[in-house]
């Protein structure tokens, strides 16, 4: 039987038989990417007709006028915007705001730094009951007051343990402590520096203890003189009330001194710094912090004393305070101090034995002339609020 011959593929098939599939598909995709194009070269477009432009008018400028200034508002309120000219500079360009600048509803901040050079189990329940009374003080809701807590190098490893696993719940809390022995003088410069112009420093030494209302008092205080006119004599707020006059060799009692007018209820300036609890102006502390690294870097400044009038701070050894008298005193600057009759304070001192007092016996012979009452609740109860 004879049988028709089976027809042959074309070459160009047999070729793509013999091509892995995925070879066939791309080279399917490419042949159809080109067909595409040169149909597209194919097509003739619309034509348009052909638009004369008419030769150029010149004329002036547009004059842009600003928009009309309300007589009543600041030159730099928004309702005058001054648009930027792209091709130069900026008809008011917005200035960079100073670093010392704070937002208007927070005209001041502060910061609490502590120090202690606590290495008896008696300086750690110091410690501990100044701590107790600035978390028993009363704040404001979101009150943002940042503590420093600056150890010196003897501060024993229980103390620090306890520092440790302190809590500070009105915000940061900072802890730090020296390798070597700087003593009070170090003590103190190291402790706060302010942030910037409207920065306060409260110091406080660890045998201190504050007033349930020492936050609100100082508050207070700040609140009417930035509201004021900011006596620029005035170098800080002080928490303790003077019961000795500690700067004559004599430690008269402070109500001898009748003419100094104190009225019971007010405050009062006096040309003497307060250690023992007291909030601090930037730009003063900036400077004091200058004239101390003067003075003592020769040693502790016994070199070119300096004569306070009526003062024997001269004689003082090993005390910043001693070098805060001679800045004061020369700058004519004052702290603001409360007056209320017993010496009724924000915060006072306790005497305990330390680089000053050096046996019980020095502590009890002076308790009765340094230490005061603080101001409790039943104190403002009585007065009907603070500052009445």
Not at 143 to 151: Q, V
Not at 238 to 249: D, F, G, K, N
Request: aromatic share 10%; glycine share 6%.
């Amino acid at each position: 039987m004879h049988l028709n011959p089976r027809p042959r593929k074309p070459y160009i098939l047999r070729a793509l038989s013999r091509l892995p599939v995925r070879t066939v598909l791309l080279l399917t995709i490419l042949l159809l990417l080109l067909l595409s194009q040169l149909y597209l070269m194919t097509v003739t477009p619309e034509t348009k007709p052909a638009v004369v432009a008419s030769p150029p008018v010149v004329t002036s400028p547009p004059v842009v006028t600003s928009p009309p200034v309300d007589a009543s508002l600041p030159s730099d309120h928004p309702s005058t915007p001054s648009r930027p000219n792209h091709k130069g500079p900026l008809t008011n360009p917005p200035q960079p705001a100073p670093l010392s600048s704070q937002p208007d509803t927070q005209p001041y901040s502060i910061t609490l730094s502590i120090i202690t050079a606590a290495n008896t189990p008696s300086r750690l329940l110091s410690l501990r009951r100044l701590l107790s009374s600035l978390l028993a003080a009363h704040y404001p809701p979101f009150t943002n007051l940042p503590l420093r807590i600056n150890c010196d190098a003897n501060t024993s490893p229980e103390v620090m343990s306890y520092l440790n696993e302190f809590t500070w719940p009105h915000g940061t809390s900072t802890i730090l402590k020296r390798i070597k022995q700087g003593g009070l003088v170090t003590a103190v410069s190291e402790s706060w520096y302010p942030s910037s112009d409207y920065d306060h420093g409260v110091i406080l030494e660890d045998d201190l203890e504050v007033s349930p209302y020492y936050y609100t008092y100082l508050t207070t205080v700040l609140d009417q003189y930035y509201a004021g006119a900011q006596e620029e004599r005035v170098i800080g707020v002080a928490l303790y009330s003077p019961r000795t006059i500690e700067v004559v060799s004599t430690r008269d009692k402070f109500g001898k001194f009748d003419s100094v007018g104190k009225v019971d209820g007010s405050v009062y300036g006096m040309m003497l710094p307060c250690s023992w609890g007291a909030l601090w102006f930037p730009k003063f502390w900036r400077g004091f912090l200058g004239y101390l690294e003067e003075r003592v870097k020769d040693g502790e400044g016994d070199e070119g004393v300096v004569n306070v009038r009526l003062s024997n701070t001269m004689t003082w050894k090993l005390s910043w305070k001693k070098f805060c008298v001679e800045y004061m005193w020369g700058l004519e600057r004052y702290m603001i101090y409360p007056s209320y009759q017993d010496q009724w304070s924000w915060g006072t001192n306790h005497i305990e034995i330390g680089e000053h007092i050096k046996s019980e016996r020095d502590r009890k012979r002076f308790k009765k002339g340094f230490v005061v009452p603080l101001v409790d609740e039943g104190w403002v109860e009585e007065k009907g609020g603070i500052g009445k």
